[in-house]
């Protein structure tokens, strides 16, 4: 048998030892690698520093100068509708006011809406304290789902609107929310923060005697009011039931990104008649 002296045994151990690390380095070097270009990160500063170039560019919020916000009257939106189902009782549960449609980005850079980040809704992000408990109490308020309908095998009406409005938010947070460059909360609380300094939209209209005893408005009048107020023209949509009658839907306003502060809509109304419903 072969007898090594101890010093030179030894110097063999530690030339092994030295190959088995350098070699697990290496492979969890490669395992590393493999994960970051799998996985995708969400908007932050610690994420984007390990993307590569072409990540960071599919990451990077994208360059826009502004918002339009969009309020609708749901009321309109039921009354008869060519396009989808309303529950029911909807004459009796819908509110007599405008509501959030959404907060859109608009006027990219590029001339055209370009590809989405990939940040995703999350819910958690958006009660998230101190300001988030009360914000989710608004937005059951102000940012609803028109097209409700309540299931009778489920759990209450009110459980029930209250998903179909988070299943709207998370729809708007997707088609456009996720254009913005906010956080899910900021982006959401933008969208209130606007809506509520507009007041009550409805309510000025039927004080200012502008809704008629048919529940008809003058489109003309009700442009020349909220321009008075915002001190820039909005615009006017409006839509055809099933028995052809034309309703006041949806007020678009115009916002600087920077600033939010209204400026001009390049459009005014598509509304073709001169009086049209609002009042169901």
């Known amino acids: 048998m072969l007898r090594f002296p101890a010093t030179s045994f030894l110097l063999l151990l530690l030339v092994l030892l030295l190959a088995f690390v350098s070699s697990t380095t290496k492979s969890q070097s490669v395992v590393s690698n493999s994960g970051t270009s799998n996985q995708s990160a969400f908007w932050n500063s610690s994420s984007i520093s390990s993307l590569s170039p072409i990540q960071e560019e599919a990451n990077n919020p994208p360059s826009f100068s502004n918002y339009i916000l969009a309020i609708q009257f749901s009321r309109s939106l039921c009354n008869n509708p060519p396009f989808k ?3 029911p009782k909807w004459n009796v549960d819908l509110p007599k006011k405008f509501t959030i449609h959404g907060l859109w980005p608009t006027d990219f850079a590029s001339g055209r809406k370009p590809p989405f980040p990939g940040n995703r809704f999350s819910f958690i992000e958006l009660i998230k304290p101190p300001k988030g408990p009360k ?11 028109a097209y409700f309908v309540f299931k009778s095998k489920g759990p209450t009406k009110d459980v029930q609107r209250k998903q179909a409005a988070e299943d709207f938010w998370e729809y708007e947070w997707k088609e456009h929310g996720d254009l ?13 923060t606007l809506c509520s300094n507009l007041g009550d939209v409805y309510g000025n209209f039927k004080a200012q005697g502008l809704i008629e005893v048919d529940g008809n408005i003058d489109v003309a009048k009700a442009s020349q009011m909220l321009t008075g107020v915002l001190k820039v023209k909005p615009f006017l949509k409006c839509v055809f039931d099933k028995s052809n009658k034309e309703h006041l839907f949806e007020i678009e306003i115009k916002y600087d990104r920077a600033t939010l502060t209204p400026v001009p809509h390049p459009l005014y109304s598509n509304c073709s008649g001169i009086k049209v419903g609002l009042g169901s």
């Open 85 to 87: 189902t309303c529950d």
């Open 135 to 145: 914000l989710l109490q608004n937005l059951y308020q102000e940012w609803i789902d």
């Open 180 to 192: 913005s460059g906010l956080s899910v909360q900021d982006f959401f609380s933008t969208a209130f």
